[in-house]
């Protein structure tokens, strides 16, 4: 079993950045064997993958992402990051840290964390 507890949400303007966390505990061999990924959840919306990282470090991105965030992992801090730059309001959802899966979630799910793009 891991856990998996995010953070770093919050309220920022169109244009800026905010830096999402997401730090495992429990089987942390789980955590380092395994493909790492934010989705997201907007009102009214499905769940949609966000960004994915493998455990040799290739990511996989949504096109609505590319060139505005990066996902990366350490191990040695059993911690996955999502850098996101140029934040438009559309970008507003819960977002969650996921645990097993590169092209699709795993089995393990964060309990989300709030990120809010307004002026």
């Known amino acids: 079993q891991v856990q998996l507890v995010e953070s770093g949400g919050g309220l920022a303007q169109p244009g800026g950045s905010l830096r999402l966390s997401c730090a495992a505990s429990?089987?942390?061999?789980?955590?380092?064997?395994?493909?790492l990924g934010w989705y997201r959840q907007a009102p009214g919306k499905q769940r949609e993958l966000v960004a994915t990282?493998?455990?040799?470090?290739?990511?996989n991105y949504a096109d609505s992402v590319k060139g505005r965030f990066a996902i990366s992992r350490d191990n040695a801090k059993n911690t996955v990051y999502l850098q996101m730059n140029s934040l438009k309001p559309e970008d507003t959802a819960v977002y969650y840290c996921n645990l097993g899966g590169y092209w699709g979630p795993g089995g393990y799910w964060g309990q989300g964390t709030q990120v809010t793009v307004s002026s």
């Open positions: 429990g089987s942390l061999s789980l955590f380092r064997l395994n493909a």
């Open positions: 990282i493998s455990t040799s470090n290739n990511a």
